[in-house]
């Protein structure tokens, strides 16, 4: 069973600093691109930033682009989302997702993935 985990959501100010963490199991971690989508509420989901495990490639958001860094560990199995300057407007239930090339097909990029995805993280930025 394929399973994904995240962790590091929690509140924070604006301007502030959190790291966001994705544990995955049961697949191999090397073939997938991952990443994280957000949703905040009573909008649509939307694509932060995520990777392609196979070459290393990544993808930003436009909205989160120049203060966001994903990276990963493949010894245990994690990527990371760094992200800074925080605004109110990053306040979403960020989800850890993941696919296996081909079969990633989704709306954000090529490097993102929506075959697997985790429960979700909070984040709340206070003004």
């Known amino acids: 069973e394929v399973q994904l985990v995240e962790s590091g959501g929690g509140l924070a100010q604006a301007g502030g600093s959190l790291r966001l963490s994705c544990e995955v199991s049961?697949?191999?971690?090397?073939?997938?691109?991952i990443g994280w989508i957000r949703q905040a509420p009573g909008k649509e989901r939307e694509g932060v930033s995520c990777v392609s495990n196979r070459d290393g490639g990544t993808y930003y958001g436009q909205s989160v682009k120049g203060r966001s860094l994903i990276s990963t560990y493949s010894a245990k199995n994690t990527v990371y989302l760094q992200m800074n300057n925080l605004k109110p407007e990053d306040t979403a239930v960020y989800f850890c997702?993941?696919?296996?090339?081909?079969?990633?097909?989704?709306?954000?990029?090529?490097?993102?993935?929506?075959?697997?995805w985790g429960k979700g993280t909070q984040v709340t930025v206070s003004s």
């Open positions: 049961g697949i191999s971690f090397d073939q997938l691109v």
């Open positions: 997702a993941a696919g296996v090339p081909p079969h990633n097909k989704n709306p954000y990029d090529s490097r993102c993935g929506t075959e697997y």
